[in-house]
């Protein structure tokens, strides 16, 4: 029931920024919490980082931390991915996705984005 879209994916040069938002439907983030996962082609989809929807617990991956920051505005029901410093691994697909707990597992969650292309040239 939860409908969930990403934009701000592009094409960026390693170094650069790009700020992802994740846009869902009314009252979902006053609900659940939200995680950004990523996949290449030929890869498994990796955990980035979540958020709690009150936005005052995060958690990043080991690749990323430091570099991305997540955050929410709930009045706007929207979640945000700032990439900072972008590596050419950081070239995927990236999904935002909302479940009950906070998690790394893909499979903990049931409501997933379609995803926006972030690619990085070197």
């Known amino acids: 029931q939860v409908q969930l879209v990403e934009s701000g994916g592009g094409l960026v040069q390693a170094g650069g920024s790009l700020t992802l938002s994740c846009a869902a439907s009314?009252?979902?983030?006053?609900?659940?919490?939200t995680a950004w996962f990523r996949q290449a082609p030929g890869k498994d989809r990796e955990f980035v980082g979540a958020?709690?929807?009150?936005?005052?617990?995060?958690s990043y991956g080991d690749s990323v931390k430091g570099r991305f920051t997540i955050s929410i505005d709930n009045a706007a029901n929207t979640v945000y991915l700032q990439m900072n410093n972008l590596k050419p691994e950081d070239t995927a697909s990236y999904y935002c996705?909302?479940?009950?707990?906070?998690?790394?597992?893909?499979?903990?969650?049931?409501?997933w984005g379609q995803g926006t292309q972030v690619t990085v040239s070197s």
């Open positions: 958020i709690s929807w009150t936005g005052g617990r995060t």
């Open positions: 009314v009252h979902t983030f006053s609900i659940y919490h």
């Open positions: 996705a909302a479940g009950s707990f906070i998690s790394e597992r893909p499979s903990d969650y049931d409501n």
